[in-house]
């Protein structure tokens, strides 16, 4: 792949498999750091394959990739501390819709706020298929290609995600008497 294939490849989905990564890591300076190592890594290995969504799918799954990797590497060194991480402040316009009055857009700010909590509080396994799915608009059987796993592992994961966020958002409305 020479340096225009290239450019044109990052023009276009740059800003998505950049997303994914903050959302992944919920840390700017993380997210900046796995963007970049993919790529590298990508480049170095093999390249970029000709179709655009292969190509998609192999910049995505090299990213799940490092950061399995990387965590892997972090809980080994700290086994007894607890991972903490910085709270994710990015990607807030994507989850932002407009709204008749200033009321109604904090409102709908605060349930985005509390769906992205429930989301990252989810296990790694679910909260990846969960953003491929729904974040990257992947299909099934493409997540199964970048995560490596089988179409099947795929659903089971999409759907105990799916009963998990429910019932998070049933008590959360019916303890703040909301309506949805």
């Given at each position: 792949m ?9 023009g276009k989905?740059g ?5 994914f ?10 997210a ?7 790529f590298?890594q990508?480049?170095e ?16 799954s ?8 990387k ?14 991480y ?7 316009d ?9 009321e ?5 700010d605060?349930?985005?706020?509390y769906?992205k909590?429930?989301v990252?509080?989810l296990?790694?396994?679910l909260?990846l298929?969960v953003?491929?799915?729904y ?10 290609d970048?995560?490596h796993?089988?179409i ?23 303890k ?5």
């Amino acid at each position: 792949m020479n340096k225009i294939e290239l450019e044109v490849f990052i023009g276009k989905y740059g800003r998505d498999i950049y997303s994914f990564c903050c959302y992944l890591t919920r840390s700017k300076q993380e997210a900046d750091d796995l963007y970049q190592d993919s790529f590298v890594q990508i480049l170095e290995k093999q390249g970029l394959p000709e179709d655009e969504e292969g190509a998609k799918n192999l910049a995505l799954s090299t990213a799940v990739r490092l950061w399995k990797d990387k965590k892997r590497k972090f809980t080994r060194r700290r086994r007894i501390e607890e991972e903490k991480y910085i709270p994710m402040t990015l990607a807030d316009d994507e989850w932002k819709t407009s709204a008749e009055t200033p009321e109604a857009e904090m409102l709908k700010d605060e349930q985005n706020e509390y769906i992205k909590k429930c989301v990252v509080a989810l296990p790694e396994k679910l909260k990846l298929v969960v953003l491929l799915y729904y974040m990257e608009n992947r299909k099934m059987n493409e997540i199964a290609d970048v995560l490596h796993i089988p179409i099947g592992t795929v659903k089971s994961r999409l759907h105990r995600a799916k009963a998990i966020l429910s019932d998070e958002l049933k008590e959360y409305y019916e303890k703040e008497d909301r309506v949805l």
